[in-house]
């Protein structure tokens, strides 16, 4: 046996060979050197607004999923304290149209003064159908308004190719008093404000003037200022009387004289307690002149506009509802959406640093609406046919769409 070979060789401790390749890396010792390195993607990150109404809308969906448990009760009007007549319930309705613009609006100044010069110039009517969901659409209530409009207190508006009489868009009312600050405010010379004026005393319940009641230039004037529109009504009486079994053709032929004058003339639809547009001018065909000017207000179409889009809007929150109806509050929520508000739970975030909800100035009730009311549009999809209230056992009032 050799005498070099020991057990020295066997024990010694040796180092790794050093690569002999030129270039080649040195491998780390690290224990996660080996695991394969993977560039991350970046994903875009949700709002906060987007996940407050995400969160809302879930919450919403789960407690909607089933019908509300209802007693039976169905209101058809909305019982206010301080409108108990017409002209309260108007007072009510222009009163209650906006909401107040909050302190955190999130709105610039130039947004601010849009919002408020909006509102400002909204024309001072109320629908018929606003009246019809504070007071009982009953003869009663037609009476009070025909009695108003004699007497020479109120105004009524009839919006032509706008709507329909069930939808109640297409007939507006106005006290006098309003109408007439719209004429001393408007740029209409002393002479055609007088003669107008006088028309309008003439006749108090008309909707619509034969053309040769005015001079050409008082219409011109009157017409660019946005207080008379040219229309036809050429048939209209017909059509307006058509849906009372009262005045119907049959009942006319059946009565003494075979006249409409024998069951009240064209004033009979209006005193059962209707809501047509009859035309008692019956004298502008004698003088040949058949065009006929219906009455309007300055502003009219954004008061149209904003109307409608309330109605359709509140209709569209509805929707989401698996049965087409929903508690009362949850609504009320969906319409002022994830907002941060003046309760303790958002202050005390406020005190903390804390961000509770988003600005108003992102929500639809600002950023579309101009700050209409939840309120003011329930009363009108009410009054309209478009919902109907009902009670139920443990969660308040509910909502359901019929439209």
């Given at each position: 046996m050799p005498l070099y070979l020991t057990a020295a060789h066997s024990s010694r401790v040796q180092k790794p060979a050093s690569a002999s390749v030129t270039g080649s890396r040195r491998h780390s010792s690290a224990p996660?050197?080996?695991?394969?390195?993977?560039?991350?993607?970046?994903?875009?990150?949700?709002?906060?607004?987007?996940?407050?109404?995400?969160?809302?809308?879930?919450?919403?969906?789960?407690?909607?999923?089933?019908?509300?448990?209802?007693?039976?009760?169905?209101?058809?009007?909305?019982?206010?304290?301080?409108?108990?007549?017409?002209?309260?319930?108007?007072?009510?309705?222009?009163?209650?149209?906006?909401?107040?613009?909050?302190?955190?609006?999130?709105?610039?100044?130039?947004?601010?003064?849009?919002?408020?010069?909006?509102?400002?110039?909204?024309?001072?009517?109320?629908?018929?159908?606003?009246?019809?969901?504070?007071?009982?659409?009953?003869?009663?209530?037609?009476?009070?308004?025909?009695?108003?409009?004699?007497?020479?207190?109120?105004?009524k508006i009839k919006v032509v190719g706008r709507g329909n009489d069930i939808s109640g868009i297409s007939e507006a009312l106005i006290t006098v008093q309003d109408y007439e600050a719209l004429l001393q405010r408007s740029r209409i010379s002393p002479e055609i404000l007088n003669?107008?004026?006088?028309?309008?005393?003439?006749?108090?319940?008309?909707?619509?003037?034969?053309?040769?009641?005015?001079?050409?230039?008082?219409?011109?004037?009157?017409?660019?200022?946005?207080?008379?529109?040219?229309?036809?009504?050429?048939?209209?009486?017909?059509?307006?009387?058509?849906?009372?079994?009262?005045?119907?053709?049959?009942?006319?032929?059946?009565?003494?004289?075979?006249?409409?004058?024998?069951?009240?003339?064209?004033?009979?639809?209006?005193?059962?307690?209707?809501?047509?547009?009859?035309?008692?001018?019956?004298?502008?065909?004698?003088?040949?002149?058949?065009?006929?000017?219906?009455?309007?207000?300055?502003n009219i179409g954004p008061y149209l506009r904003l109307l409608s889009a309330g109605r359709s809007h509140l209709l569209e929150l509805l929707g989401k509802s698996k049965y087409r109806e929903a508690p009362l509050y949850l609504l009320r929520e969906r319409w002022d959406g994830a907002v941060d508000t003046d309760s303790r739970p958002s202050a005390a975030k406020q005190l903390r640093g804390e961000f509770s909800g988003i600005m108003p100035s992102k929500t639809k009730k600002w950023k579309d609406l101009y700050g209409l009311n939840f309120d003011w549009a329930l009363e009108e999809c009410l009054g309209a046919g478009l919902i109907e209230l009902f009670e139920t056992r443990s969660v308040g009032l509910g909502v359901r769409g019929l439209a």
């Amino acid at each position: 046996m050799p005498l070099y070979l020991t057990a020295a060789h066997s024990s010694r401790v040796q180092k790794p060979a050093s690569a002999s390749v030129t270039g080649s890396r040195r491998h780390s010792s690290a224990p996660f050197s080996n695991i394969p390195r993977t560039k991350s993607s970046i994903q875009r990150t949700k709002s906060l607004g987007e996940v407050l109404e995400n969160d809302l809308d879930d919450q919403i969906d789960d407690e909607d999923d089933h019908v509300l448990d209802q007693t039976g009760k169905v209101l058809s009007v909305l019982r206010v304290d301080d409108a108990k007549t017409v002209l309260a319930a108007m007072r009510h309705s222009q009163q209650s149209m906006f909401a107040p613009l909050p302190d955190r609006a999130g709105m610039n100044s130039v947004r601010i003064s849009e919002v408020l010069n909006f509102q400002k110039n909204m024309p001072p009517i109320v629908a018929l159908a606003h009246v019809h969901a504070l007071l009982a659409a009953s003869s009663k209530t037609e009476r009070e308004i025909a009695t108003l409009q004699s007497s020479g207190k109120l105004r009524k508006i009839k919006v032509v190719g706008r709507g329909n009489d069930i939808s109640g868009i297409s007939e507006a009312l106005i006290t006098v008093q309003d109408y007439e600050a719209l004429l001393q405010r408007s740029r209409i010379s002393p002479e055609i404000l007088n003669d107008f004026c006088n028309l309008l005393r003439r006749y108090p319940r008309s909707t619509s003037f034969p053309a040769h009641e005015l001079p050409s230039t008082h219409v011109s004037s009157l017409t660019r200022t946005g207080f008379l529109v040219s229309s036809s009504l050429s048939g209209s009486r017909n059509l307006s009387l058509a849906g009372s079994s009262l005045v119907s053709m049959p009942t006319i032929s059946r009565a003494a004289s075979g006249s409409s004058g024998a069951v009240g003339g064209d004033a009979a639809f209006e005193n059962l307690g209707g809501t047509g547009g009859a035309l008692r001018l019956n004298h502008a065909s004698t003088h040949g002149q058949t065009g006929q000017l219906a009455l309007s207000v300055p502003n009219i179409g954004p008061y149209l506009r904003l109307l409608s889009a309330g109605r359709s809007h509140l209709l569209e929150l509805l929707g989401k509802s698996k049965y087409r109806e929903a508690p009362l509050y949850l609504l009320r929520e969906r319409w002022d959406g994830a907002v941060d508000t003046d309760s303790r739970p958002s202050a005390a975030k406020q005190l903390r640093g804390e961000f509770s909800g988003i600005m108003p100035s992102k929500t639809k009730k600002w950023k579309d609406l101009y700050g209409l009311n939840f309120d003011w549009a329930l009363e009108e999809c009410l009054g309209a046919g478009l919902i109907e209230l009902f009670e139920t056992r443990s969660v308040g009032l509910g909502v359901r769409g019929l439209a």
